[in-house]
T-cell receptor, first 106, second 117 residues
Framework: SQQGEEDPQALSIQEGENATMNCSYK?????LQWYRQNSGRGLVHLIL?????REKHSGRLRVTLDTSKKSSSLLITASRAADTASYFC??????FGAGTRLTVKP | DGGITQSPKYLFRKEGQNVTLSCEQN?????MYWYRQDPGQGLRLIYY???????QKGDIAEGYSVSREKKESFPLTVTSAQKNPTAFYLC????????????????FGPGTRLTVL
């Protein structure tokens, strides 16, 4: 079993800017997922990327996966105050890391 | 309305008492999970179940117990043996737990916040 390690731990940006957060993991995977958690709520699934995919888009979200480096990144473009949340990756496992806490200032 | 529900939303317990947290899903999912989240921290896996009448310990199972008598229900009991039970508890379900580096999307409940007085 393994869990992802998200980086940075916290990120603060202005509305309209892009936000990038990263995830590293240790062993090979078949897929990697990203989730979002608003304060005091359950997690919500954002996107799943398979090991044979390098990039995937969903609305303002762009996820990349580099299996040779065992890393993934989540890019949120044109951020909004409503994007303020914690973001977690799950690299092929049911375990989660500590997440990245994103604050988007209006 | 399909989904996963947890009750109650807030729960208070006196030290030394056992308490059971409810988790129900009507998504027809085989796999269910319990996580614990402490303030400002990530999720830690307590128990998971891949099929009815079967469950496995996660990373922090000590002081907790579960049952899976029905596909749609996966209650978690926090026993008096759990030294520091105050936390936010999240239940989740998925089509199956997957294996070999390939796990399915998990659907999460709204959580139960347990406070020990």
């Amino acid at each position: 079993s393994q869990q992802g390690e998200e980086d940075p731990q916290a990120l603060s940006i202005q509305e309209g800017e892009n936000a990038t957060m990263n995830c590293s993991y240790k062993t090979s995977i078949n897929n990697l997922q990203w989730y979002r958690q608003n304060s005091g709520r359950g997690l919500v699934h954002l996107i799943l990327i398979r090991s044979n995919e390098r990039e995937k888009h969903s609305g303002r979200l762009r996820v990349t996966l580099d299996t040779s480096k065992k890393s993934s990144s989540l890019l949120i473009t044109a951020s909004r105050a409503a994007d303020t949340a914690s973001y977690f990756c799950a690299p092929g496992d049911m375990r989660f890391g500590a997440g990245t806490r994103l604050t988007v200032k209006p | 309305d399909g989904g996963i529900t947890q009750s109650p939303k807030y729960l208070f317990r006196k030290e030394g008492q056992n308490v059971t947290l409810s988790c129900e899903q009507n998504l027809n999912h085989d796999a269910m999970y319990w996580y614990r989240q402490d303030p400002g921290q990530g999720l830690r896996l307590i128990y998971y179940s891949q099929i009815v009448n079967d469950f496995q310990k996660g990373d922090i199972a000590e002081g907790y117990s579960v049952s899976r008598e029905k596909k749609e229900s996966f209650p978690l009991t926090v026993t008096s043996a759990q030294k520091n039970p105050t936390a936010f508890y999240l239940c989740a379900s998925s089509i199956s737990s997957g294996k070999g580096g390939s796990y399915n999307e998990q659907f999460f409940g709204p959580g139960t916040r347990l406070t020990v007085l």
